[in-house]
Structures are given as structure tokens and as C-alpha cells.
């Protein structure tokens, strides 16, 4: 892999069509209609994918992150099925930061999250190598005189009528390059597929393994330093008055640089600048935030759930059928704040120069990173080139800027390259959490034990009430900047005041269960702690209450959970088969081996469909083991099913360790955990066998990163309840001593 390596120079000459190659881009128009004259350039559009060099060389250029999810084996495995090449011959490069020619179709910018890389790409890459396949063909029959239609492209060759007319891509690229492309492409029908579908080694496998792979921490450029870095340790403290005598004068120090909220210490490498930084002493005006503590926030909430929210869903009538129903359940469930807490933590290179600035980000959002640097180096975002590396993990973490601003301001004032790396410490202290929310719930049952009316009350924060200021001015135009900001900032006032964060309520708001009278509504309320996207987003917490009350009232009912369920699912085929399947898998109905216990839960996110049953035991002591994970998925047309099975196998880990062991703390406005000694996570011992079964579907992809993890939280605690009779309404499981 090789992207990471280009310079808007060689991207340039590239586009240009040195040396015979062929470059095709495909858009939402033709490359006639984009103004690019075809004739004359390598390049037939700006937004480009596919490049084929004479000597052969195809290569895939991923205009999203890979972050261990496999985009750079999924979006080339899309390319190959329609230029007819092996998907193990490809090259893959990382696309530059371009929000032209690169905005996701769905998020509307250069950034990867939402489980819609597979989406968004489906058919623009087919779409792309549809386009060579046909150019390259048409050259092939110019070249022998034949009618198109006699030529075929088969690995990497297109042949002819005779046997003798066999012609590599490389070959034919010089005059491929010359013709213009069609408007149209046919792509292949689903029964013609014989790359999509097929379980293709992971691309990117080798160079991890032989270490050549270029995660942010492993960027090295000429003259570079390192820095290290210590925040306010209360959320919107400042920085008051430094004294760097001590820092200066270590070994291997160049400069301490403050920040306004932050404190940075430069040195020639990063351990030297993580030891000065100690001995930095900063008085800190801590501001509004002292008393802010997790058991505040726990008071405001269940205080804000006595009032009433803005609206998400209305029907039928749930207060008229609560005050008529035989019998009503009550339930309150609390979820905490989480730290994404990624192996590699926040880190980016910065070279800032007068006319240019350069960065080196394992990034999930490309054109946030160009915008921001933009403007603190006072540049055009043409002036900024992002390279992106791979992810040492992201869950949403990395969409954010503020380690990318960071790195270029200290670049900025030591006038030389730097690489921000933030110690496990910072990168736990100061993350944008997944937000902490309070739900009340009630059900109403008629005289039949049918579920007769709903209602969710969530109180949390909302994520996009924050982000929409700082994310939307990467997709409006450079030359209106303060109207970008004043416009933004107005919707983000319009989120947190009238509008309903979709980002809080997902999961809640579109519950599949057959019931007449539902109401939810949302109350927004800002506690003071930064939040962000943490992976799956609301459908995490959502997920949780939902599937654990709709087990309460099957037990209540004294129905079985599973079928419970089967029967509210009606009108919700997809997520009934994967309930199904994943109960058929399981050898739900049959005994569990001997002291273990069964729960089953079911969601459908991102385009997805996912049901689990988790198999645990539990001790005397309260200690909780899973041994089992069944999941069965639905996500559409599967481009590689092991993908889809190992991503399904890591959200099973990843929201295992949330419920079992995660949670954010505050005191005194500061951030009580630290490293994995009071954060931890799930260990190897601790994880239990996943078996993964795929439903067979014809239908469009869905998403796959995020969707396996809302259902494993639920599924795991409605175990615990079968196993001891007790009802785990908070996260993390905290269970006492049963005998």
C-alpha cells in the first residue's frame, strides 16, 4: 500500500496520463458533462477510482478509512467483479483529501462512519470498473478491427475472435486513455457475480503482518519532530500561566508551546517529549465545570425525565391506552458515558509552510481534517493535502479534529514537521464520549396479555447539536466562511432546542414491534461532558432498553422471549428471519448445558438486521462468564462474507466489554479513569466462541461495522436474567453476591 506516499505533485502527474496510463473516475455525470476533455487527459473525470499503468499495474484508489472494518478488500473486491480482474493482483492506494471528487453519497462529505463505505460505494465502484472494462475493450477491437461485442475481458486481458487476439490492460492503456467514456455502463446481474460474494483474503493481511503497513504513529518524514501533549484536565478549562524552565532544559527538548487549553512539549523524539512534558508546570483556570460529577449528571437526568420531551413519535394514543390497560409495567434504565478507547491513540503529522500545509492522519474524516487546517494556517483547502494511514482503530473517534488541530498549530509555531502522538492518559481524559442517557419506560397490557401501548422517554445529550457547527463548513464553500458558521450554529441551536436529535433517538424512534399506541419522546440536555459518535451511536444505548423491556414483559406475560418477539415482528420479515435463525442456531427451546442460561435479542441498524443469543453462566459470587455468541445477519448482498463474519465477531467484543466493564466517571469536572488499569476491556480470555450465519438476500448492502453491536448488550443481561432471576436496567453488569 503505497497511498500514503503521494504528494499532490505525483497525484498531479498521475491525472496527467504520464507514461501510458489510464486513469478513469466515475460520478453521478458522465466525463463529458464535467467540463474534462477526455481526449486529451488520462484522466476522464476528476472523481477517479480505477488507474491502469502500462506495465499492468491495477490499482484501487479507497476514499474511505480502513480502520480493521476491511473498506481497502470490500471497495476493490467492487472494482474487480466488473473490470474482470483478480482481486489479489490489485494495488490499493488511499485517496487524497478531495471533496469533489470524493464525498460520500450518503454522508454528503470525505469521511467514513454510519456502516456506509459498502453502501455508498455499491455502485459508483462497479460503476467505475464497469467504465475501464468497456474502454479497454472498445480498444482492444479498434486494434483488431472488430466489433466490440466479439472482444471479452477476462483477467486482466481482453481476447478477441481468433485465438492469437490476447492483449494485457496494461497493453491497451495508452489508447484506452484516448477514448471517451460512456455515458452509461451495464453492470453485471447478481448471477453473474463471481468476485462479490467470495471469501477473498483480506488485501491489506500482508503488509500488517510484515510491517510495512503505515498506521499514524509509523509516519516518518525528513526534519519531523515529536510531540507530546498535556489538556486542561476539566472540561473547558484554560490555561493560566506556564512555567517551562525545568521542560527546556532536558534532553532533546526544542520548544513548550501552549495552547490556550493544552500544553505541548516538542522534542527530537516522542518519549523525550512525553518525559519533559511532567515537568511543565501549568496553573490552570478550571472554569464552570468543577462541580460537575457523575452523580450531578445522574440527578439532572432523572429530574429532566419527569418533564416532558420533544416528540419523536406519535401514534395511536399511549396515555388513553395506559390509563385502560389491565396491567402497566414501569422500567428505568441508565447507560454511562464510554471512551472509545482505540489501541492506537489520537495522533497526526503536521508540515505547515506559507503556502502549503501537509498532513499525515489516521483520520475518519477527510474533509473535516482539510477544513480545519485550512483555517488555522490560514490557507485554502486546495493548499492542504491530507494523507490518510490506516486506523489503529476509530469507533467514531477519529471523525473528530481536535488532535488534527493541535498537531498543526505546534507545527505552525516550530516552523518544522511534527507528529502529535497523545499517551493513553490524554486519550482517555479528553474524548468526545458516547453520550450517558436516563430512559423511562412503560408498557400497557390488555386482559389477553397484549401489549397495548409503549412509551420511552430518553433524556441524554445530543451529539449532532455539537458537531454540525464544526462538520458543516468543510462542505460549504471556502469563500463563505463566517456565513458557514453563522448558519451552522443556527441549526445547531435548532437541533438542541426544537429539532430532535436522529442521532439520540435511533433505535428508539423506529422500534419494529407491532403495537398500536406508541409515544416517545426525546429531552435534550447538555451535561457539560463532550460527546461524540462511539460506534453504532444511539442504536447502542437504544438497542439495550428496548430488547431488555420487551423482555421484561414477555416475562411478565410468562411467554417465551423468542416467541414473544416473533409474534410483535409481523410486520418486520427481515428482522423476524434473522430472529429465527439465530434462535434455530442457538438450539433455543432445547436445554443449555448444565448451569448456563440463554438471552436473545434482536435490531435492526444501518440498513442491517442482526439477532443474538448469548449463552452465560454465572457464579455464586455474581461473576458473569459468556461462553456462546449465536448471530445471525441479514445485510443485504454480501460482498465478502468473511468480512461480514469477523465484523459481526468484533462487535461482539466490543459491546461485550462495554456492558460488562466499561464506564466513564466524573469528579470535580475530571475524568476519574485513566488507562486500561481503570478502563478495561474485554480480555482474550474472557471472549467467548461467536458462531456467525448469514441470511442468503438479494437486497441492496447494508451496513456491517456497526450493526452486530446493539443487540449483544441485551441479549447478554436477558441471560443474566434467566440464569438469577435479576434485572440489569444499568451498565456496566454489576452484579453482588447471589447466595
Known amino acids: ?430 474524548d468526545y464520549y458516547r453520550p450517558a442517557t436516563f430512559h423511562v419506560m412503560h408498557a400497557g397490557l390488555d386482559k389477553t396479555a397484549d401489549v397495548v401501548a409503549w412509551t420511552h422517554r430518553i433524556v441524554g445529550p445530543s451529539i449532532m447539536a455539537r458537531v454540525v457547527p464544526e462538520f458543516a463548513p468543510a462542505l460549504l464553500p471556502g469563500w463563505l466562511p463566517l456565513l458557514a458558521r453563522r448558519a451552522t450554529a443556527d441549526v445547531a441551536g435548532y437541533i438542541a432546542g426544537f429539532l430532535t436529535d436522529s442521532s439520540s433517538v435511533e433505535g428508539a424512534a423506529d422500534i419494529p414491534y407491532a403495537i398500536d399506541n406508541i409515544a416517545i419522546d426525546y429531552v435534550c440536555h447538555d451535561s457539560g461532558v463532550p460527546v461524540g459518535f462511539w460506534r453504532s451511536v444511539g442504536h447502542s444505548q437504544n438497542a439495550f432498553v428496548v430488547e431488555s423491556f420487551i423482555d421484561e414483559i414477555a416475562n411478565t406475560v410468562k411467554a417465551d422471549p423468542y416467541a414473544f418477539r416473533r409474534k410483535l415482528l409481523a410486520t418486520a420479515p427481515r428482522l423476524q428471519a434473522v430472529l429465527d435463525l439465530a434462535a434455530a442456531k442457538s438450539g433455543w427451546g432445547k436445554p443449555a448445558v448444565a448451569g448456563r442460561y440463554r438471552g436473545i435479542a434482536a435490531h435492526s441498524s444501518f440498513g442491517s438486521h442482526v439477532a443474538q443469543v448469548v449463552e452465560v453462566s454465572v457464579t455464586d459470587e455474581g461473576h458473569v462468564r459468556v461462553h456462546h455468541v449465536v448471530c445471525a445477519v441479514d445485510c443485504g448482498i454480501v460482498v465478502n462474507p468473511a468480512i461480514v463474519e469477523s465484523q459481526m465477531e468484533s462487535a461482539v467484543v466490543f459491546g461485550l466489554s462495554a456492558a460488562l466493564k466499561e464506564e466513564v466517571t466524573l469528579l470535580r469536572g475530571r475524568v476519574q479513569q485513566h488507562n486500561f488499569t481503570d478502563y478495561p476491556v474485554l480480555r482474550i480470555d474472557e471472549m467467548p466462541t461467536v458462531d456467525v450465519h448469514i441470511v442468503s438476500s438479494s437486497a441492496e448492502p447494508g451496513g456491517v461495522g456497526e450493526p452486530g453491536v446493539p443487540p449483544i448488550a441485551p441479549a447478554l443481561t436477558n441471560a443474566i436474567f434467566a440464569a438469577t432471576g435479576r434485572r440489569i436496567r444499568r451498565l456496566p453488569v454489576i452484579l453482588t453476591k447471589l447466595a
Not at 68 to 83: D, K, S
Not at 94 to 120: E, K
Not at 365 to 382: K, M, Y
Request: aromatic share 6%.
Open 1 to 430: 500500500m503505497t497511498g500514503t506516499n503521494h504528494d499532490r505533485r505525483q497525484f498531479i502527474k498521475i491525472c496527467a496520463g504520464v507514461a501510458g496510463g489510464l486513469l478513469v473516475g466515475v460520478g453521478w455525470e458522465p466525463a463529458v458533462a464535467s467540463g474534462v476533455d477526455s481526449t486529451s487527459h488520462a484522466c476522464f473525470e476528476p472523481n477517479a477510482w480505477v488507474r491502469i499503468d502500462a506495465d499492468d499495474r491495477v490499482t484501487v484508489i479507497v476514499d474511505k478509512s480502513e480502520m480493521g472494518q476491511g473498506v481497502t478488500t470490500a471497495l476493490p473486491m467492487l472494482v474487480a467483479e466488473e473490470l474482470e480482474v483478480d482481486p489479489a493482483a490489485i494495488h490499493v492506494e488511499f485517496a487524497l483529501a478531495d471533496t469533489a471528487r470524493y464525498a460520500n453519497t450518503i454522508l454528503r462529505l470525505q469521511a467514513t462512519g454510519g456502516s456506509t463505505s459498502v453502501r455508498a460505494s455499491w455502485k459508483q465502484l462497479r460503476e467505475a470498473g464497469a467504465v475501464a472494462r468497456t474502454l479497454l475493450v472498445e480498444a482492444a477491437a479498434r486494434l483488431w478491427n472488430l466489433s466490440p461485442e466479439l472482444c471479452r475481458a477476462d483477467n486482466g486481458f481482453v481476447t478477441g475472435a481468433h485465438p492469437v487476439q490476447r492483449i494485457s490492460y496494461g497493453a491497451l492503456s495508452a489508447s484506452a486513455a484516448k477514448l471517451k467514456a460512456p455515458p452509461k455502463v451495464a453492470l453485471k446481474p447478481a448471477q453473474a457475480f463471481r468476485v462479490i460474494g467470495a471469501r477473498i483474503p483480506r488485501l491489506d493481511t500482508p503488509s500488517k503482518v510484515n510491517g510495512s503497513a503505515q498506521f499514524g504513529i509509523d509516519v516518518r518524514v525528513p526534519g519531523m519532530l515529536f510531540a507530546a501533549i498535556a489538556q486542561a484536565p476539566v472540561f473547558g478549562g484554560k490555561l493560566s500561566r506556564v512555567d517551562d524552565s525545568r521542560a527546556k532544559v532536558m534532553p532533546g527538548v526544542r520548544a513548550v508551546v501552549p495552547l490556550g487549553d493544552a500544553v505541548a512539549v516538542v522534542a527530537d523524539t516522542w518519549w523525550q517529549a512525553q518525559s519533559a512534558i511532567g515537568s511543565v508546570m501549568c496553573e490552570w483556570n478550571d472554569g464552570t465545570h468543577t462541580q460537575l460529577s457523575s452523580d450531578s449528571i445522574r440527578s439532572e437526568y432523572r429530574q429532566l425525565a419527569l418533564t416532558t420531551g420533544r416528540s419523536v413519535r406519535h401514534q395511536g394514543d399511549a396515555g388513553r391506552a395506559l390509563e385502560r390497560a389491565v396491567h402497566v409495567l414501569r422500567g428505568e434504565y441508565e447507560l454511562p458515558f464510554l471512551a472509545h478507547a482505540t489501541m492506537e491513540p489520537m495522533n497526526c503529522t503536521a508540515d505547515v509552510r506559507s503556502d502549503r500545509c501537509e498532513l499525515w492522519v489516521p483520520t475518519q474524516a477527510q474533509s473535516g481534517a482539510q477544513e480545519v487546517a485550512a483555517e488555522i494556517a490560514g490557507l485554502p483547502r486546495s493548499a492542504v493535502v491530507v494523507h490518510t494511514t490506516y486506523l489503529g482503530g476509530g469507533f467514531g473517534r477519529r471523525s473528530e479534529q481536535d488532535f488534527v488541530a493541535q498537531a498543526v498549530r505546534i507545527a505552525q509555531a516550530v516552523g518544522q514537521p511534527v507528529q502529535l502522538i497523545w499517551s493513553r492518559e490524554e486519550d482517555v481524559r479528553h
